[in-house]
């Protein structure tokens, strides 16, 4: 995988931060047999009807790794919604946001 240069995460931070724009769909690939890590792929569709894959953004952004074989963001953790977790990590980096702040407005 290769590495997002600034200006791809300009062009992410410029998309995604248009009003009531996003709407960001998630596969989820695989769970761990024990429950502890899964394996996700997000995607988000914007209004002219493009189909942008965010899982390197958010592997990159938020810290996560991106499993190869598996074509996705991997995810540790349990006791909470983690498309969730990952889609505010993303948020919290990308839009400079803190923790809770304006993640209403994004529908998070």
């Not at 724009?21 to 995607?43: A, D, Q």
């Not at 002219?48 to 953004?57: A, F, I, P, R, S």
Request: charged share 20%.
């Amino acid at each position: 995988m290769t590495k997002l240069t600034e200006n791809e995460i300009e062009a992410f931070r410029e998309l995604l931060s248009r009003p009531r724009s996003p709407k960001i769909y998630y596969v989820l690939r695989r769970v761990s047999k024990s429950g502890m890590s899964r394996v996700i792929s997000f995607y988000y569709f914007s209004e002219d009807g493009q189909c942008y894959c965010l899982d390197q953004l958010i592997s990159q952004l938020a810290g996560f790794t991106y499993n190869e074989k598996l074509r996705g963001v991997r995810v540790h953790g349990t006791g909470m919604n983690m498309v969730w977790y990952c889609l505010m990590r993303m948020f919290e980096r990308l839009l400079g946001a803190t923790h809770g702040q304006n993640f209403d407005y994004y529908g998070l």
